[in-house]
């Protein structure tokens, strides 16, 4: 089972390009092609349930986008000025990377592209994943090294609480933006989703 969507490569790549145009104008260019350089980065699922958000191919690259762009948005409309837009977009960029561990594509029968949840879901989690992988990029690019516990404190706790599966919780502002950027990206994709599923359930 797949969602009704109409997501593709070129949308994809769109969205790739638009998350490296603001890394280059951030000046954050190498550390962001870290993770927008993984060959898996524009095909890969958001998630393993078909009724999760950004569910199926070309999700993890669409949701990466909403999530920096609703912070970086908010960060502007609230006057958040003593947030950082580096660790901002950062933070954003990296929080789900570890979700290239945690899913596997493959067909079924009838051709049709599906996603399922792998071993390293079970036992470590996108979560510490990613946190894992920025500390690895702040190891290749130290010049970036004042960002490392900002980040990776952003992104274990951009969950929200110790119980939605976040091994800390957001503590100051930054923290929570992602923390709700990300929740606004989930919520609303879920809803069209479910929103779509009614409509057909109605025909």
């Known amino acids: ?21 603001l890394a280059i104008k951030l000046g954050v260019t190498q550390i962001a092609l870290n993770f927008l350089d993984h060959p898996e ?79 390293h879901k079970r036992n470590i989690n996108h979560i510490s994943r990613s946190g894992i992988e920025w500390s690895k990029a702040i190891d290749k690019y130290p010049a970036f090294k004042r960002y490392h516990d900002p980040v990776l404190h952003n992104i274990l706790s951009h969950h929200g609480s110790r119980e939605a599966g976040s091994p800390v919780a957001p ?14 990206s989930a919520r609303m994709d879920d809803a069209s989703e479910l929103d779509k599923l009614i409509k057909r359930k109605i025909k």
């Not at 503590?171 to 606004?184: E, Q």
């Open 171 to 184: 503590n100051g502002k930054a923290a929570w933006l992602v923390h709700l950027s990300d929740s606004i």
């Open 41 to 119: 980065i524009l095909i890969h699922s958001g998630c393993a349930n078909p009724l999760g958000h950004h569910y199926g191919d070309y999700g993890l690259i669409l949701h990466t986008r909403e999530v920096v762009d609703i912070a970086l948005a908010n960060r502007k409309l609230l006057n958040l000025n003593d947030i950082d837009e580096v660790e901002l977009y950062l933070s954003c960029l990296f929080h789900d990377m570890g979700k290239l561990y945690d899913y596997e594509r493959y067909d079924e029968a009838d051709g049709i592209g599906c996603w399922r949840g792998t071993q």
């Open 1 to 21: 089972m797949q969602h009704d969507t109409t997501r593709t490569l070129a949308q994809a790549k769109a969205h790739k390009e638009h998350l490296v145009d």
